[in-house]
């Protein structure tokens, strides 16, 4: 790549990070751009997306941990900057979407990997995947698109779902023989959609405890309030729990955290764990907050020629990201030990997915 169209490549990026990211990012952003200019005027654009992703993960880029850090900054913010640029600037001509698009796939896959790497969980083979049929419990599989999706409740799984019966349905493979999941597995394209942990969180319990009435999680909840509503005696608890309707967050935490059996529900279980997300090595990473972009993109790579043209349907698009204000309300109530310790059982889905705890606000937190 020549100087010229190298600097031209990077002052657009710089642009659109100047207009849409925060001030502090940009300013890291120069330091970047200042280090592969200061004797070296033949920098590329590869090296400094290569800085994006591996800053994150090593202090040896350079040998001064002090030089070092604007980078490791930058790259932890370089997801939620992408997304800014991406989500805001919809009139982004298509190659330079594709290009951002592709560079937020990168850091998010490198992202697990590193996670995984320190969990000491190897990718499984194809053979595995076929021995331990517990290992496709949330795997199915689009035939026309060659996809795979790992399934995630409470992660736009309904959206989805919708979205693939365009094109044919999707089968479960834990109900397929093991030389039918053969392919799907080992040659389909792989993909994990996920939601902020905190949000995914208040969505189960709005969904199970308070808009819907299950008979199994009206069973769960008084259960719930029987053992956690702590400030009336035996007898008024086991009245206040005849119906089981009526569970408050903050007692639903506390039952999560009482015991680990009671975390494996589908619908709020760590992603790392219920997902297998170490064995599988998830090929595209899609995330709620970005929810439009990232179908447009896995739609883009699966090769369905005329999805710009034909779009998608408003409705499986209806994802934003989290409202701060409402999150807050539900965790500004909880007891600071309490709420640590939810983070604590989630902390791998934070850190492999890039989410951070200040959606609800830092003070929440001390």
């Known amino acids: 790549m020549e100087t010229g169209s190298t600097y031209e490549e990077l002052k657009k990026i710089l642009v659109l990070l100047v207009a849409i990211s925060v001030t502090g990012v940009v300013l890291q952003m120069t330091v970047v751009h200042s280090k592969y200019n200061k004797g070296n005027s033949r920098g590329t654009l590869q090296q400094i997306t290569q800085t994006l992703r591996h800053g994150i993960y090593s202090n040896q880029v350079y040998g001064d941990l002090s030089e070092m850090k604007p980078l490791m900054n930058l790259s932890r913010q370089s997801n939620e900057s992408l997304d800014h640029i991406l989500l805001q600037n919809m009139s982004l001509p298509f190659a330079e979407w594709v290009k951002l698009m592709e560079?937020?796939?990168q850091i998010r896959r490198d992202r697990m990997n590193l996670h995984c790497a320190d969990t000491d969980i190897p990718a499984h083979t194809v053979d595995d995947m076929l021995v331990r049929k517990g290992l496709r419990a949330t795997l199915y599989s689009n035939d026309e698109l060659r996809v795979t999706l790992s399934v995630v409740k409470k992660a736009a799984s309904n959206n989805l779902d919708n979205l693939f019966k365009e094109f044919g349905g999707m089968v479960r493979l834990f109900t397929l023989p093991?030389?039918?999941?053969?392919d799907r597995i080992g040659k389909y394209m792989r993909v994990l959609f996920v939601r902020h942990p905190l949000s995914r969180f208040v969505s189960a319990y709005n969904d199970k405890f308070v808009y819907h009435h299950i008979d199994h999680f009206l069973y769960m909840g008084r259960h719930i309030i029987q053992k956690f509503r702590r400030e009336l005696g035996r007898r008024e608890r086991i009245q206040a729990a005849k119906k089981g309707d009526?569970?408050?967050f903050e007692e639903f935490i506390?039952?999560?955290l009482s015991d680990p059996t009671y975390r494996k529900n589908t619908h709020w279980n760590a992603y790392w764990t219920h997902n297998r997300v170490c064995e599988l090595r998830h090929d595209f990473i899609g995330k709620i907050?970005?929810?439009?972009?990232?179908?447009?993109f896995l739609l883009?790579?699966?090769?369905?020629?005329?999805?710009?043209?034909r779009g998608i349907p408003p409705a499986?698009?209806?994802?934003?990201?989290?409202?701060?204000?409402?999150?807050?309300?539900?965790?500004?109530r909880v007891p600071k030990t309490l709420l640590r310790e939810l983070h604590n059982i989630y902390q791998r889905d934070f850190d492999m997915f890039g989410y951070s705890?200040?959606?609800v606000g830092d003070d929440l937190w001390s």
């Open 246 to 248: 009526d569970v408050r």
């Open 289 to 296: 907050e970005t929810f439009e972009d990232d179908v447009r």
């Open 300 to 309: 883009y790579k699966l090769e369905v020629s005329d999805f710009r043209k």
């Open 254 to 256: 506390e039952f999560i």
């Open 316 to 332: 499986y698009l209806s994802y934003h990201p989290p409202d701060r204000g409402l999150l807050r309300s539900y965790y500004e």
């Open 357 to 359: 705890t200040d959606v």
């Open 178 to 182: 093991e030389e039918m999941c053969r």
């Open 103 to 105: 560079l937020r796939q």
